[in-house]
Nanobody
Framework: QVQLVESGGGLVQPGESLRLSCEVS?????????MGWYRQAPGKQRELVAD??????NYADSVKGRLTISKDNARNTVYLQMNSLKPEDTAVYYC?????????WGQGTQVTVSS
């Protein structure tokens, strides 16, 4: 069974930073899957924030220049560094591992940006 465990969410003020982490229990899946971060705000559909393969990264237009996805292969962990946070970034953030034949999801971590 593959598990994805997220951490790092919380309540911050506009302009502040957070770093989310997602540890994957299966190293093969971690190394071969497209790893991504999604988010879902209240009343909205889940949307892609960023994803990465061994060759490139992809970001939603709304987060370009502020959020950065990265991987630590030694720790089977993918990160989402979030800078200059805005109230509209408030959502539950989910980690995803997409192998091509199925996707695995974490439980989600809440990020709230409010003054």
């Amino acid at each position: 069974q593959v598990q994805l465990v997220e951490s790092g969410g919380g309540l911050v003020q506009p302009g502040e930073s957070l770093r989310l982490s997602c540890e994957v229990s299966n190293g093969f899946i971690f190394r071969t899957a497209v790893m991504g971060w999604y988010r879902q705000a209240p009343g909205k559909q889940r949307e892609l924030v960023a994803d990465m393969t061994s060759r490139n990264t992809n970001y939603a237009d709304s987060v370009k220049g502020r959020l950065t996805i990265s991987k630590d292969n030694a720790r089977n962990t993918v990160y989402l560094q979030m800078n200059s946070l805005k109230p509209e970034d408030t959502a539950v953030y989910y980690c995803n591992a997409n192998t091509g034949w199925r996707g695995y999801w974490g439980q989600g971590t809440q990020v709230t940006v409010s003054s």
